[in-house]
């Protein structure tokens, strides 16, 4: 398990900058950081990320207190999958037999411009695939 805690950035990602790779992170929390423009907590900008239980906590941005989402230039495509299912996989969801030991969480994020919880920055050629998991 790791957790990245009270960090600051100026422009992007206070707590975990993702660019341009495909990668799972599992037993990560994300808390208490901050940001003065975008992604307090996590900041992705295209690939395939998945955060089958993460823990993004009172983290704070401009744009996106949890998790800035940005794809907006035409090569870029961002998709992002937060909890997974019963066997591990980022499919959908078997709520009745989920038997992972900590479900994703995201909560007490701020924003002071958009998306206290997640911010998505695109123009009409980028793509993103986002599924949430796990919600109740």
Request: hydrophobic share 30%; proline share 1%.
């Amino acid at each position: 398990n790791v957790t990245v805690s009270k960090n600051y950035a100026s422009n992007y990602a206070g707590g975990v900058y993702l660019s341009g790779l495909k990668a799972t992170l599992t037993g990560i929390t994300v808390t208490e950081n901050s940001c003065s423009k975008y992604g307090g907590g996590i900041y992705v900008k295209d690939g395939t990320i998945n955060l089958p239980d993460i823990q993004l906590l009172n983290n704070k941005a401009g744009y996106g207190g949890a998790i800035a989402i940005d794809a907006n230039e035409r090569t870029e495509n961002a998709n992002i999958t937060i909890g997974y299912d019963k066997d591990h996989n980022a499919n959908l969801l078997d709520v009745l037999n989920y038997t992972h030991s900590r479900c994703p969480l995201i909560s007490g994020n701020t924003a002071t411009e958009e998306g206290g919880a997640i911010y998505y920055n695109a123009n009409e050629n980028a793509k993103c695939k986002c599924k949430f998991l796990v919600n109740v």
